[in-house]
């Protein structure tokens, strides 16, 4: 299978498609967003200077940013991996060229996928995530929903809502997305490594991914 990077709005289903794929194909997935959000749990210094910029949804600095995913890339193991969360800004994309090129990655798909505004709004609002075993439910979607209000149903942990999810950053984010994903698109559409993919309905998003990542 081929590496996939995602470029996608917030709370467009990118964690959804990249369980899925890590469930069945053994992906490594390089969530920057989790990378994050773990160094805040940790409180490291990271951790520190992250918090109140993802909390207004900001961006983060881009060696901040870098220096995470470096590391992740440089213990692959040949496995294929999913990038979720980045690259964010047309600088972190060139890094990005160059260190797939120290390491001889040429084998990836760069997916966009597309959901409605509105649609991405509800999701955001609706999403709470164990933070044990990190599956996601949705409070407004009947099939996303947990069985116990509140309890994941996998592992009893208790769920919670992130702290971004709220509709003040969310439109930030949808912003700060907006603009930045421009020049990031071109970019890969130069490369001839670009795809749309309808991410409205998972089931079809999953369907479609595997096709374009195996063809
Ligand atoms: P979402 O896609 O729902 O916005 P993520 O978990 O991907 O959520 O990211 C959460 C936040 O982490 C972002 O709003 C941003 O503040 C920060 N972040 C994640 N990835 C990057 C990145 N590549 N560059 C800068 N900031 C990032």
């Known amino acids: 299978m081929r590496s996939v990077i995602f470029i996608a709005p917030p709370a467009a289903g990118k964690g959804t498609q990249s ?10 997935h390089i969530s920057t967003g989790d990378l994050l959000r773990e160094e805040i749990n940790n ?18 600095d881009d060696e901040t940013i870098i220096s995470l995913v470096k590391v992740k890339l440089e213990n692959l193991n040949g496995k294929p991996f999913i990038l979720d969360g980045f ?10 060229d160059k260190m797939f090129n120290e390491l001889n990655i040429d084998d990836y798909k760069v997916v966009y996928l597309t959901v409605p505004v509105e649609l991405a709004l509800q999701r955001a609002l609706g999403r709470i995530t164990c933070t044990k075993c990190g599956t996601s439910y949705n409070i407004y979607s009947e099939k996303l929903k947990p069985m116990v209000d509140g309890i994941c149903d996998k592992c009893q942990t208790a769920l919670v809502k992130r702290t971004d999810d709220n509709e003040e950053s969310f439109k930030n984010r949808f ?18 490594k670009l795809v749309y993919i309808d991410s409205i309905e998972s089931d079809k998003c999953h ?8 063809d």
């Not at 369980?19 to 490594?28: A, M, Q, T, V």
């Not at 409180?43 to 983060?60: H, P, S, Y």
């Open 19 to 28: 369980k899925l794929l890590k469930e069945e194909y053994g992906y490594i």
């Open 43 to 60: 409180n490291t210094e990271i951790g520190i200077k992250a918090k109140d910029i993802m909390n207004a949804g900001g961006l983060v």
């Open 87 to 96: 690259p964010r800004t047309l600088n972190q994309a060139k890094e990005l």
């Open 175 to 192: 912003e700060t997305f907006t603009v930045s994903s421009k020049p990031i698109v071109e970019f890969y559409e130069e490369k001839n």
């Open 207 to 214: 369907e479609t991914m595997k096709e374009t990542l195996n």
